[in-house]
């Protein structure tokens, strides 16, 4: 093999391709094509990365292959390329689109001498993600969209601009600093580590994870992906990393936040779309790379904990099992129960606030078994006139344990007459009236004396109430059930004990 001479160093910041173009111009070939090929090297070939036409093309050119082969994103087919131990998709890659800085540029032309030789392709500026000269802190030129092979040379054929031309771009050009994900990609390549979270991803995957949220972010649930430009993924970019770094913890609350401002807007329930916009429809697609990384198990997750799902149904790929909320609507269709009526009873329980409950049943939502337990005791209600004949007692006892909390209404209701028009969990009854069939033991022999609880509250002047409550507490011990009797009617005191107990 004939020795290329003069020598021409590769530069480590360089693309494979930079580093051939130069040498070129430097051996005065027409195209890079033609120069590749007198050195018996298929221009594919060497713009696929392909080892050995890399290892030959140094050889002749005497230099080192190890820094050409450190920034060589060599093709594995299908698309899809490896640049320092990490796959990258053809689509996270600039082929066919010069991209520059004019003070980079500027600089290389100071070296002196021919542009196409001075001039270095940035292998950094190949990757789409990498937006911001890190070392000018400009936004990059984008200029001349062709086809790759057409491209070999496109940093002097696109860029006629030299010296003050060069600084007056960079003068109008955008100043910012590098986003956060430009700087962890470029710092990924370069060896280090952390975010942990985006650190146990690939590149592709924590970069469309973080736009992907991003995009949601900054330009809300509805935007049309279309139209957002170079410089909104830039920001797409710049708003989700917020989140990412913070690894799982970061993407809770964004999800959460998500879903607060959704809920705002009266949106939510069943509909993830809404809720979750383009990020949700993003991790629906099959297309040919299903596996979007660890945040589409991570939105099912927490779309599972904290949004009303139906039991069968495919979230994001997998089956729904068992439900952790409801939604007032899905809970009142599986109870047969009135939404607004069951919405009064979990706003009494404290399940739903009172200040949301005039928002769409559909997305308010209640803890699975609280809402269960509560449709149960609503299913069970019975109205007040029933309580005396089910408590074997009088209206105004019936009055005092509904005072004394022993008895619950499933709703509160305002004006009049309220206590008629508002249910009670027979189940409850049931049980208060077990609780008083097992404190107070029938007795064969009723002493004659004793009376029942009417007579006592008279006789001994003590309100229906505190009868009840000393009751209830146990502190009677001269009380007893006329035998064969039930209920709160049934029970016979001494007015000499509850003197005694009251004084
Ligand atoms: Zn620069």
Redesign the pocket.
């Known amino acids: 093999m004939l020795q290329l001479f003069p020598h021409l160093r590769f530069e480590t910041d360089e693309t494979p391709a930079s580093w051939a173009a130069r040498l070129s111009v430097l051996h005065g070939c027409s195209t890079l094509r033609t120069f590749l090929s007198d050195q018996g090297i298929a221009s594919s070939d060497f713009l696929h990365g392909r080892r050995s036409v890399i290892d030959r093309l140094c050889e002749a050119a005497g230099q080192d292959a190890a820094p050409v082969w450190h920034n060589t994103a060599a093709s594995v087919g299908n698309q899809n390329f490896t640049l320092r131990a990490e796959p990258l998709p053809a689509s996270m890659m600039v082929r066919e689109e010069t991209r520059f800085?004019?003070?980079?540029?500027h600089?290389d032309d100071l070296l002196g001498g021919d542009p196409g030789i001075c001039r270095r392709d940035r292998w950094a500026w190949s990757l789409r993600v990498v937006t911001t000269?890190?070392?000018?802190g400009?936004a990059l030129i984008y200029r001349g969209r062709d086809h790759r092979d057409k491209m070999q040379r496109k940093l002097i054929e696109h860029i006629p601009e030299r010296g003050g031309a060069l600084v007056a771009l960079a003068e109008k050009a955008t100043r910012r600093e590098p986003s956060p994900l430009q700087t962890y990609v470029l710092g990924r390549l370069e060896g280090q580590s952390g975010p942990q979270w985006l650190d146990g991803q690939t590149l592709e995957q924590s970069v469309r994870t973080t736009q992907m949220l991003g995009v949601v972010m900054a330009f809300g649930t509805t935007i049309n992906l279309g139209s957002v430009d170079r410089d909104g993924w830039d920001l797409a970019g710049r708003m989700g990393w917020r989140w990412v770094a913070a690894g799982e913890p970061g993407l809770h609350s964004a999800f959460a936040e998500l879903q607060a401002a959704a809920f705002e807007r009266g949106q939510g329930g069943q509909n993830y779309f809404t809720v979750f916009g383009h990020l949700y429809r993003w991790l629906l697609e099959p297309g040919n790379r299903p596996d979007h990384g660890p945040i589409k198990q991570l939105l099912r997750d927490y779309i599972l904990q904290n949004m009303d799902v139906c039991v069968g149904r495919d979230l994001l790929g997998e089956r729904i099992e068992r439900r952790r909320k409801y939604s007032v609507q899905s809970l009142a269709l599986q109870s047969g129960l009135h939404p607004q009526t069951l919405g009064k009873v979990l706003v009494e329980r404290g399940l739903i606030g009172a200040e949301n409950a005039d928002k769409p049943a559909s997305i308010l939502l209640v803890d699975a078994e609280e809402g269960r337990q509560a449709a149960a005791s609503l299913s069970r209600s019975v109205p007040f006139v029933q309580l005396p004949a089910l408590l074997g007692a009088t209206r105004p006892i019936a009055s005092c344990l509904i005072d004394l909390g022993v008895l619950t209404p499933l709703t509160r209701s305002q004006g009049e007459n309220t206590r008629d028009k508002c249910g009670f969990d027979a189940l409850e009854v049931e049980q208060a009236l077990e609780q008083i069939h097992v404190m107070v033991p029938e007795m064969s022999d009723v002493p004659a004396e004793w009376v029942s609880l009417n007579q006592c509250s008279k006789r001994a002047r003590i309100p229906m109430r505190d009868l009840l409550q000393m009751i209830l507490s146990g502190k009677l011990r001269q009380i007893g059930r006329a035998q064969g009797e039930l209920g709160f009617n049934s029970l016979r005191i001494s007015i000499e004990n509850i003197r005694l107990v009251a004084s």
Do not use: A, G
């Not at 000269?133 to 000018?136: G, K, L, T």
């Open positions: 800085c004019p003070l980079c540029l600089q000269c890190p070392e000018h400009i």
